[in-house]
């Protein structure tokens, strides 16, 4: 099993920029696709981005494309998620998930989660 530790939440300005880190530990994150999700209070979790074990296939959330970005670095076991233009409807919970096979955006499709990092913007 894979060991999921999110990192890199805080208190940002709107506008202002932050990355979320996913390091893994257990197992090499490079076996699994990974997705990054949030919840905001009151509100069901929802997907944000996810990418392909090999790193070349990445889909975004329609509320983030162009301001996101999810990358992953093979050497340091790490999923990031660069965060720019940040908005305070972006606030929320963050949350790294992995699962063994193929692109989903389903919350119910991933097996491990980390315990998540929070984001807040001030507007």
């Known amino acids: 099993q894979v060991q999921l530790v999110e990192s890199g939440g805080g208190l940002v300005q709107a506008g202002g920029s932050l990355r979320l880190s996913c390091a893994a530990s257990?197992?090499?994150?490079?076996?699994?696709?990974v997705g990054w999700f949030r919840q905001a209070p009151g509100k069901e979790r929802e997907f944000v981005a996810t990418i392909s074990w090999g790193g070349g296939t990445t889909y975004y959330a329609d509320s983030v494309k162009g301001r996101f970005t999810i990358s992953r670095e093979y050497a340091k076991n790490t999923v990031y998620l660069q965060m720019n233009s940040l908005k305070s409807e972006d606030t929320a919970v963050y949350y790294c998930a992995a699962r063994s096979r193929g692109l989903r955006v389903e919350v119910k499709e991933y097996n491990y989660w980390g315990q998540g990092t929070q984001v807040t913007v001030s507007s």
């Open positions: 257990g197992r090499t994150l490079s076996s699994y696709y």
